[in-house]
């Protein structure tokens, strides 16, 4: 059975930038009667976790989104991880990498807050310097040995482009599993076939599909949802207003309403002015969705819509 997902990072309340995300991932699924899973990414586990999964899943069922199965969980998962990790560094893919953010960032001579590609410090360490720096107290990351080499990505929305791939993290500094790995070996194992997400994630989707080859899973089909933006033309976040769907409820509003707004938000044509998404399905189109961001108005972010 063709699979999708949603996966969110139990760190707070939904907003509705991850909720339109949702809404868009559900329309992909459930239009062409595929299952639909919902994962957990909680690889930095902290105790209000659990309460926010509760709470997020309640969003995402008071909107009427539904899914298939119990949710997983990536904290669930690290011995999934490590055997992909045992299995890249048995085929001599990973290195150990004792550098610093900001040392990278100086290597690379980038600016602060740019994400930039690791330059290789580690790569080939002499054996004088790895003892150096295994006796001191820095903690080491786990990098795939991938040299800078070319991945092509297809995106359903976005089409075809190519990106250079670098050395990137597979095992945190402090044990954790990275992103880029779990979710690859998510998505892999949970059956996902089609991955949408945020745009904000298509600079990792090479990495992702370098990762796939490597370990010889399938890559699945992607669709990037453009980002809703804030007034202020920021990424939208939780000080920017009434974005929850309870503070969206407080403010006067129906699920159906959000949903409706989402729906044509997305570049959807609804007909009235509270929906539900069981209603959209059979006006969903993928070819259809506005590829721009979607930016709140200020009245959009305090009152009801
Ligand atoms: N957990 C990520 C987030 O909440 C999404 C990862 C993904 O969809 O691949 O932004």
């Not at 580690?122 to 720096?133: G, I, Q, S, W």
């Not at 690859?184 to 059956?191: C, E, K, L, N, P």
């Not at 033309?233 to 309870?246: D, F, W």
């Amino acid at each position: 059975m063709p699979t999708g997902r949603f996966a969110p990072s139990p760190t707070g309340d939904l907003h509705i930038g991850n909720l339109r995300t949702a809404l868009a991932a559900w329309l992909f699924a459930r239009s062409t009667s595929s299952d639909f899973v919902l994962r957990f990414e909680d690889l930095d586990r902290v105790t209000s976790s659990l309460e926010h999964e509760a709470r997020q899943a309640e969003s995402l069922r008071l909107l009427g989104l539904d899914w298939d199965g119990r949710p997983f969980r990536q904290s669930d998962r690290f011995d999934a991880y490590e055997d992909a990790i045992g299995d890249l560094t048995d085929a001599g893919l990973t290195y150990r990498c004792w550098c610093s953010r900001r040392e990278i960032r100086e290597a690379a001579s980038a600016p602060h807050g740019r994400t930039v590609s690791y330059p290789g410090t580690c790569r080939d360490l002499t054996a004088r310097r790895m003892a150096e720096l295994e006796r001191s107290d820095r903690p080491a990351a786990l990098r795939l040995r991938c040299s800078s080499t070319r991945v092509t990505v297809v995106d359903r929305l976005h089409g075809e482009f190519t990106a250079e791939v670098d050395d990137f993290v597979l095992r945190r500094g402090d044990g954790v599993p990275a992103y880029n790995l779990a979710v690859v070996i998510d998505d892999a194992a949970q059956g996902v076939q089609e991955v949408v997400r945020a745009d904000d994630l298509l600079e990792s989707t090479h990495r992702q599909v370098m990762l796939q080859g490597l370990l010889g899973l399938p890559t699945p089909s992607y669709a990037h949802v453009p980002l809703v933006l804030a007034p202020d033309g920021a990424r939208l976040a939780k000080r920017h207003g009434a974005v929850t769907l309870p503070d969206r409820v407080t403010a006067g509003d129906t699920p159906e309403r959000v949903t409706a707004v989402l729906a044509a938000s997305l570049g959807i044509e609804v007909p009235e002015s509270e929906i539900t998404p069981v209603r959209l399905l059979d006006r969903f189109d993928p070819s259809s969705i506005l590829l721009e961001p979607w930016t709140l108005s200020s009245s959009m972010a305090t009152s009801a819509w």
